[in-house]
């Protein structure tokens, strides 16, 4: 089934796709995520970010020639239902509406807390209030914003690495690789830390959205992860350094720490602006990601249709921006949910999968399935190497999703 409806305006190259991959990814992941990764795989917390890094890299080769193929807005969604039938399609639509809404919930409220922590919620509805107004005006104005918002993160985190390789606290000797917290530990750690990896996918879903998106889009994905990869290696050695798998782990806000424990406490306050800083951009990107998932299922009549409007002006989804918009102010107003970071990370690895195993299907020689056989196995054991917690939410969210897509499917053929 191909969706219909007004079609998007083609403004991004790639130097913006690439920006906003980064804007996805360099978040306040890196501010927030080493640390329990790090109590989770003790010394193993390198292996456990190189484990991460090549699901990423297959989901992100399966992900870029997908969407080379079908340059559409809704990511996996699209590729799914073209590749492997309309129920997949859905499922992946759903797995990633409902985390990724979380997500924005909980970034929204990183910002909160470390602007004004007595008033975190007020804060956070604020700020998800001011970048769906900034997404309203155009995809163009939010990779303007993204790339300052980078910038300004690069900077904070090129300036944590310096100052604790540069420290006479800094200790080779706290990078020794083993793997204290057990391969169980190792893989959570990777699951964990996959979730910082995971915005490549808002490239994808702004595939409807990208010039000449059968050349850019293989050319932005691999670059932004690459990027990624490099700046959260440099991070995490620095870190680890000072503080060791111990000390990060029992850290609350790693990086200020860090910094600390190097003999420059002043800089701590630029972390955690920086911090605030990134938590923004990976909000500005997920509602971003969101909202044109929310296009393609409307168009496909999987949500209220009215979400198919296209704004005759500013070219974007506004009605689903709106909708997203709204609900993720209610949510950070109202409910604590970084608890939910990990059925977000189940969530985004079972959208994976079906990415991976839309990839399969575009090419029958050994060689060409390799990349998605990898990534899809590897995203199965990183889901269930989360908390039992997180993969039971997440197992019965996604079981209410399928539900619901039963009930509709019955309806329709009564």
Request: charged share 10%.
């Amino acid at each position: 089934m191909t969706s219909t409806g007004p079609e998007l305006r083609r403004t991004l190259g790639v130097t913006d796709a690439v920006v906003v991959g980064l804007g996805s990814m360099i978040g306040a992941g890196v501010f927030a995520a080493l640390a329990p990764a790090a109590r989770a795989a003790g010394s193993g917390l390198l292996l456990g970010l190189a484990v991460a890094a090549v699901v990423a890299y297959c989901n992100a080769s399966s992900s870029a020639r997908l969407a080379a193929r079908y340059p559409a807005s809704g990511g996996t969604y699209v590729y799914g239902r073209e590749r492997l039938g309309e129920f997949w399609g859905y499922l992946a639509g759903w797995s990633f509406v409902v985390g990724k809404t979380a997500s924005c919930a909980a970034m929204a409220l990183t910002v909160g807390a470390y602007v004004w922590p007595g008033q975190a919620n007020a804060v956070a509805v604020a700020a998800v209030v001011a970048l769906t107004a900034v997404n309203y005006g155009g995809v163009q104005k939010s990779a303007r914003l993204t790339r300052v918002i980078v910038a300004v993160v690069l900077a904070v985190l090129a300036a944590v690495v310096v100052v604790c390789l540069g420290s006479a606290e800094s200790d080779a000797g706290r990078l020794d690789v083993g793997v204290s917290g057990g391969v169980g530990g190792v893989l959570q750690a990777g699951g964990l830390l996959f979730f910082a990896f995971a915005g490549y996918a808002r490239i994808a879903t702004l595939g409807e959205e990208v010039r000449d998106p059968e050349r850019t889009i293989p050319r932005a994905v691999p670059l932004a992860l690459g990027i990624t990869l490099v700046v959260y290696a440099c991070v995490a050695v620095a870190v680890l350094s000072v503080l060791g798998s111990g000390g990060l782990g029992n850290a609350t806000a790693p990086l200020a720490d860090a910094v600390r424990a190097a003999g420059v406490p002043e800089l701590a306050p630029v972390v955690r602006v920086g911090a605030a800083v990134a938590a923004l951009g990976s909000l500005l990107a997920l509602i971003l990601g969101v909202s044109r998932t929310t296009l393609a299922m409307a168009r496909d009549r999987h949500l209220p249709a009215p979400l198919a409007a296209v704004h005759p002006r500013f070219q974007v989804p506004h009605r689903a921006e709106l909708a997203v918009g709204a609900v993720v102010a209610v949510l950070a107003a109202t409910v604590d949910v970084r608890g939910a970071i990990g059925f977000s990370s189940f969530g985004v690895l079972a959208y994976y999968a079906v990415a991976n195993a839309s990839a399969w299907t575009l090419d029958r020689a050994p060689v060409a399935r390799l990349t998605p056989a990898v990534g899809l196995v590897g995203c199965a054991v990183l889901a269930f190497a989360l908390p039992v917690t997180s993969v039971a939410v997440g197992a019965g969210v996604l079981a209410v999703g399928a539900a619901a897509y039963g009930v509709r499917r019955w309806r329709g053929r009564r």
